[in-house]
């Protein structure tokens, strides 16, 4: 029998109107192009959303196009979150860190139409927009003043674009299955992969990050977005504080900036935030360094790389900050587990309350959770025994976008995270290692294979494999491991040398070992787990 409620879509745009009406005065504080923060209320930001949504329209914008972004954390970016997905358009946040080709690469196979971006890209905008026969325009996240000089035909700033649209909109109604949003995850061997997320996996995601057990979003919260808004939609934010009707800072391109940071947490009273690792050990030696204090702020969470224990115990003991380490994936939009405590956990010694709260955390509601053993059999919660991660839910990727595999999960309809991990018997998972062979540096992605393949371009090199090691400040950094040619006399200096220009600076190997040999499997391939043993033992 069928149930007699109402058939309503869960949709992105009901955040919208829910806060418009609710929310009127709770604001958005935004640092961005401009020479001061930008301030305005949520019903301001709807209301500019939707002269956004007529200039689409203007543009021609159908519904299922892609609008490329490649912006920091702003309010005109926002903006374009709103408009874009509400008016049957799919955003496309582009990661700027990225190196060039991997932009032209990602924006080509979005078919983005049109990208909105702040002025500081427009040299790299210049020289990519031969490489994007799809691009018809490019609009630049300013006014006029601030209009950067650029060789792109018909590039325009976005306040004369929205100045010449009404704000007379109707939101169209959509399907709750309608993409919305769309981000690259390099996080995987080959390619750049497209996450489509939709209407429907949006919304229950962002009501599960405002559980009192997980982010505990609440409308007196002002809540200073760090993660960016490239990076799997910041973790949810533009979407879980209006529907509470959080205030929400976002720290444009400062982001990385602790003294920028520390301003506006003091400025704006912020009292909880989001962020990787590299962020938050930039913050606590700036706060050591330089005396300043932040007491408005109560909480922060840590996820994208392993939270390092030294930042929970700093955090919570000199600053009076509460610290919860998350894990997620761009698949899952990416929150998976949270770490805060239960009634039982609560009830245990400090040494092992302590233990428990290093670990990743315990499942949201909405993620099914399970490890499993190399033949796929699932394995006990008994914090001992790692396996491989699965995970499947309503806000978990089911196939990539325009991709020849298939589906991203396995027959039995499970994703494989390519996280190795224990559950202990209170439901806390903890990360042990990593079966997919990649590298995260400060929360970005580093492709070992692209930097193994360049390596073995070189003359003098026979074989090369590049490994994760762990760094303090950026969680991990690469580490090149070459057999030379019989003859060949390549140091390390060379091959350093050999990448630059190739790839981004940020992804060049710190450091080279030569070895006679490398390790392989039985099949011929890199035996990287091997190695990693191998290197670790020999530092
Ligand atoms: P995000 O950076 O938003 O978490 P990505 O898709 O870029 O999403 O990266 C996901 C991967 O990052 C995970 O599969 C895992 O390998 C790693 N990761 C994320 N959070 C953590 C964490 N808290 N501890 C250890 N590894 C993590």
Not at 39 to 51: H, K, V
Not at 59 to 85: I, K
Not at 169 to 187: H, Q
Not at 368 to 380: H, K, N, S, T, Y
Request: net charge negative; glycine share 8%.
């Amino acid at each position: 029998m069928r149930g007699l409620m109402m058939d309503d879509p869960l949709l992105i745009t009901q955040i919208m109107r829910f806060a418009e009406r609710n929310f009127p005065t709770s604001e958005i504080i935004s640092v961005s192009a401009d020479p001061e923060p930008h301030r305005y209320t949520y019903a301001e930001a709807f209301w500019r959303a939707r002269r956004l949504a007529n200039a689409l329209a203007r543009l021609g914008a159908t519904p299922g196009d892609r609008v490329g972004t490649l912006a920091w954390n702003d309010h005109r970016h926002f903006e374009l979150y709103y408009a874009s997905s509400c008016s049957g358009a799919v955003c496309h946040t582009i990661n700027p860190r990225l190196f060039p080709d991997q932009i032209a690469y990602i924006a080509d196979h979005a078919g983005d139409r049109w990208i909105f971006a702040d002025p500081m890209f427009a040299p790299l905008l210049d020289g990519l927009a031969p490489r994007l026969p799809r691009l018809e325009r490019v609009v630049f996240l300013c006014g006029p003043e601030r209009m950067p000089a650029s060789t792109l035909p018909e590039a325009i700033d976005y306040e004369t674009l929205i100045g010449a649209e009404t704000d007379d909109y109707d939101w169209p109604l959509l399907e709750e299955t309608t993409a919305s949003a769309l981000c690259y995850t390099s996080g995987t061997t080959g390619h750049p992969k497209g996450v489509l997320y939709h209407h429907r996996s949006t919304l229950l995601h962002a009501y599960a990050a405002c559980m009192p057990d997980c982010m505990n979003l609440a409308n007196r919260d002002t809540v200073l977005a760090i993660v960016p808004m490239f990076h799997a939609n910041a973790w949810c934010l533009p979407y879980a504080c209006p529907m509470v009707g959080a205030h929400l800072v976002l720290p444009g391109p400062r982001m990385g900036d602790p003294a920028a940071l520390t301003e506006l947490i003091q400025d704006e009273q912020v009292n909880c935030s989001m962020g990787v690792p590299t962020v938050w050990l930039g913050l606590l030696q700036y706060l050591q360094d330089s005396g300043r204090e932040i007491p408005s702020l109560e909480r922060i969470v840590v996820g994208g790389a392993a939270c390092p224990p030294m930042l929970i115990e700093a955090f919570e003991q000199r600053h009076a900050v509460r610290v919860h380490h998350s894990w997620g994936m761009t698949e899952m939009s990416p929150l998976g587990v949270f770490n805060s405590p239960t009634r039982v956990s609560e009830s245990l010694t400090p040494p092992e309350r302590e233990a428990i709260g290093r670990k990743q955390g315990r499942g949201v509601f909405g993620v099914e959770m399970r490890i499993v053993d190399d033949d796929g059999a699932e394995l006990p919660w008994d914090g001992e025994q790692p396996g491989g991660l699965q995970v499947r839910g309503p806000w978990v990727c089911g196939s990539y976008f325009h991709s020849d595999d298939d589906e991203a999960h396995g027959a039995d309809g499970w994703f494989d995270t390519g996280d190795v991990a224990t559950i202990d018997p209170l439901g806390f998972m903890q990360i042990t290692d990593r079966s997919k062979d990649v590298i995260k540096s400060g929360g970005e992605w580093i492709s070992s294979i692209e930097l193994e393949n360049l390596a073995m371009s070189h003359p003098g090199v026979a074989e090369a494999a590049v490994i994760a090691i762990a760094d303090p400040k950026w969680s991990e950094r690469p580490l090149l491991v070459v057999v030379r040619k019989p003859g060949a006399a390549v140091d390390a200096e060379a091959l350093i040398e050999w990448y630059k220009g190739k790839v981004a600076d940020w992804w060049i190997p710190d450091t080279v070992r030569f070895v006679d040999e490398l390790p392989h499997t039985a099949t011929g391939k890199l035996a990287k787990a091997q190695l990693r043993r191998q290197m670790a033992e020999s530092a």
